[in-house]
């Protein structure tokens, strides 16, 4: 009978630690999109790049683990409103009501968003683009008053392959980007990628990439202060990746 009830506390002790376990593992919603050199999806949905690297050492400094779901723009935004998910990136408080409930962590990254345009139409001002492509569920803060006054028309894709073929092409006059993933698929394939420049005469958005959550606020806590305690690894993870570190 003393066995039994040993073995039985035993097999409590186990339960509740592999529950402390299950706890410790935590849903990250993604962009499911090509956004290298910070991230980008792999076979199986595995979710790799600049950031994913940052996380990781910060999970592993923590002693949890992420699973990344990675999702469309917009399906993103519902499920993480709907509670779905533990965590979202890239979030930004100035892509979400102002009445939001959610915590941010401190910046992951920054980039700047803007026009990439034919090289053939570099300089000229913004009220020669009367078309202007996007990724499908992207802000551009900057474009707002011309949008406003129907000045422009935006044309919405899902992926920044795609929108750069259409510039290409000149089935849209500009693309509205971010720099560094841009960069990185021009230089990584052909079809006239060197007629494709970023216009720093147009307007263009300065914008920090957080990571966000409704309930886990100590983790958020932990991951700044990793991220001021730990910038020599992060900036090692940066060089990796030829990103300078901001």
Same mark, same amino acid.
């Given at each position: 009978? $003393?066995?039994?009830?040993?073995? /039985?506390? #035993?097999?409590?002790? %186990? ?5 402390? &376990? ?97 090289? $053939?139409?570099?300089?000229?001002? /913004?009220? #020669?683009?009367?078309? %202007? ?5 992207? &802000? ?70 957080y990571l966000s959550t409704k309930k886990h606020i100590s983790l958020i806590n932990s991951l700044n202060v990793f991220l001021v305690t730990d910038v020599k690894r992060i900036r090692e993870i940066f060089k990796s990746y030829n990103v300078k570190y901001q």
């Amino acid at each position: 009978m $003393k066995d039994f009830f040993c073995i /039985l506390i #035993f097999g409590f002790f %186990i339960f509740i630690s592999a529950q402390a &376990t299950e706890n410790r593992i935590y849903t990250v919603g993604v962009e499911q999109i090509n956004y290298a050199p910070y991230f980008w999806i792999k076979e199986y949905d595995e979710y790799v790049g600049l950031v994913p690297d940052v996380l990781k050492l910060f999970a592993e400094s923590e002693g949890i683990s992420f699973i990344y779901r990675p999702l469309p723009i917009r399906r993103l935004q519902q499920d993480f409103k709907k509670g779905e998910l533990d965590f979202r990136f890239p979030d930004n408080p100035d892509w979400n009501e102002p009445t939001t409930d959610l915590i941010f962590s401190d910046p992951l990254t920054t980039v700047i968003d803007g026009l990439f345009v034919l090289e $053939k139409n570099k300089g000229k001002p /913004l009220y #020669f683009y009367r078309n %202007i492509g996007t990724i499908s569920g992207y &802000t551009a803060p900057s474009l707002n008053e011309f949008l406003k006054e129907q000045k422009l028309s935006l044309v919405e894709v899902n992926t920044y392959e795609s929108l750069l073929q259409m510039l290409i092409l000149e089935r849209v006059q500009a693309a509205y980007l971010s720099i560094e993933p841009s960069l990185y698929i021009l230089n990584n394939t052909g079809n006239n990628r060197e007629n494709v420049v970023f216009d720093d005469t147009l307007p263009f958005d300065i914008a920090n990439h957080y990571l966000s959550t409704k309930k886990h606020i100590s983790l958020i806590n932990s991951l700044n202060v990793f991220l001021v305690t730990d910038v020599k690894r992060i900036r090692e993870i940066f060089k990796s990746y030829n990103v300078k570190y901001q």
